[in-house]
């Protein structure tokens, strides 16, 4: 089993900039792909951005393209999500995710297709 530990949360003024880490314990072996989930106090946890461990691959929800970029680095098994021009709308706890085996033709939106989660990490955006 995948282990995943996010960092990086923190308290930043709107327009501001943001980066979160994601370390696994494994990621270019077992896992397809790692994304970023969030989740706003009364909402429901929404897919923000996955890159595929191999390739690079990398995808977007429309709400953060042109903001967020989404990153690998295999030498330490770890994602990076960097946030710029941040909203108040972003503000939530950010999960890291990691997909073994994918299903449907946009697998990275689900969460179904996601097996391990990370502990998640606070992002506060004041305005």
């Known amino acids: 089993q995948v282990q995943l530990v996010e960092s990086g949360g923190g308290s930043v003024q709107a327009g501001g900039s943001l980066r979160l880490s994601c370390a696994a314990s494994?990621?270019?072996?077992?896992?397809?792909?790692l994304g970023w989930f969030r989740q706003a106090p009364g909402k429901e946890r929404q897919f923000v951005a996955a890159?595929?461990?191999?390739?690079?691959?990398?995808y977007y929800a429309d709400s953060v393209k042109g903001r967020f970029t989404i990153s690998r680095d295999h030498a330490k098994n770890t994602v990076y999500l960097q946030m710029n021009s941040l909203k108040a709308e972003d503000a939530a706890v950010y999960y890291c995710?990691?997909?073994?085996?994918?299903?449907?033709?946009?697998?990275?939106?689900?969460?179904?297709?996601?097996?391990?989660w990370g502990q998640g990490t606070q992002v506060t955006v004041s305005s």
């Open positions: 494994e990621g270019s072996f077992s896992t397809y792909a």
């Open positions: 995710a990691a997909c073994r085996a994918p299903t449907g033709s946009s697998w990275y939106l689900s969460e179904s297709n996601y097996n391990n």
């Open positions: 890159v595929t461990w191999r390739a690079g691959t990398t």
